[in-house]
């Protein structure tokens, strides 16, 4: 039976001032600016839906706080992996990288009993397949906290890919991942937007 839980959201958001017939300044406020509506359900709050789950045991892989044993690390839901013995789990999903790549941002929890040597249990961020962020799931390793982690999706700049989060569970020692709040981040920069008459937008960074 799983022990532990694993929760992943990205959390995007954009937010431009344009006037019409006007060049307008996007300036810097302090946090990078976030492109909006990349990942589908990165928080998980729309329940079972945006994500394909996976997990060798014939189980679900998003819950709600009426099974997770961890408090999300926002709202109610969130995706839990590993949590038994000798199992592949993931969620999956097809997206749009920005064509200046940014940042994939991702909060987890790792919770092992599980001895770290050369067998670990592990986690994974893959994209078209290949492993592009790793997470040692053992003892030594475990948060018992929610954590922000960044992956640099610089590689793979507007380009249309495949997303997956895994973990792959050993027999020895029981290993949980959670993930939660799941975004894509602009890289932080002024952008200057242009209103083209005809009601196009013309955007690039300053």
Known sequence: MKQWILCACLLVTLGLAVAAGQEVLAADSGRAP???GTIANG???QGRTGWTEF???GWPVIYDTNTLIVTPHSGAWAAWLGGVDDDLSYIEQ???IPP????LVYWYWISSTDECDADDDSGEVRIDGTPVDALR??????TLKWVERTVDLGAHAGQTVDLQIRVATNSEGNSNLF??????IVSEQTLVV????GGSVDQAPD
Do not use: P
């Not at 200046?100 to 940042?103: E, K, L, N, Y």
């Not at 799931?137 to 475990?142: D, K």
């Not at 242009?194 to 008459?197: F, H, K, S």
């Open 34 to 36: 976030r492109l909006a």
């Open 43 to 45: 928080d998980f709050e």
């Open 100 to 103: 200046g790549g940014g940042s």
């Open 179 to 184: 993930v939660d709040d799941v975004s894509i």
């Open 194 to 197: 242009t209103v083209v008459g």
């Open 55 to 57: 997990s060798s045991h």
């Open 137 to 142: 799931l053992c003892n030594a390793e475990s």
């Open 94 to 96: 097809r997206l749009d």
